[in-house]
């Protein structure tokens, strides 16, 4: 099995977590896919971690360290997460304050597509 997936729509790098479980050896191989394939080439990346039940402070690194790293660039990270216990733990620990949260894929390309240059949402 696969540990990710990776597609590209437009100029969009999205980056699924195909897991229920992300431990440290797996925030450890994503970050490196991060490291080495997406962030040099991309500056809008969505991370799916939808499918998790379980993400270790690891991983929560790894999506900071992405987020710090793209902001350098005027890049931005997107999240896609399911409404259950993800989504209230990184409510808790304050990551969607820093990184926009989305409940799906499809969500998190359309609000890159209504920004305009400035970063503000655009109504039409």
Known sequence: MEYFESEIIEDIAIESVKMVRI?????????????????????????????????????????????????????????????DYIDKFLRVVGITEIIETNISVKDAINSFKYKDNVGNMVTS
């Open 23 to 83: 431990t440290f050896i797996e925030a450890k191989l994503f970050w490196e896919r991060l490291q080495t394939n997406v962030i040099p080439e991309y500056s809008k990346v969505i991370v799916d971690i939808s499918n998790c039940k379980f993400i270790d402070t690891t991983f929560m690194g790894v999506l900071i360290r992405t987020h710090r790293m793209l902001l350098k660039e005027k890049g931005e990270l997107k999240l896609v997460l399911a409404k």
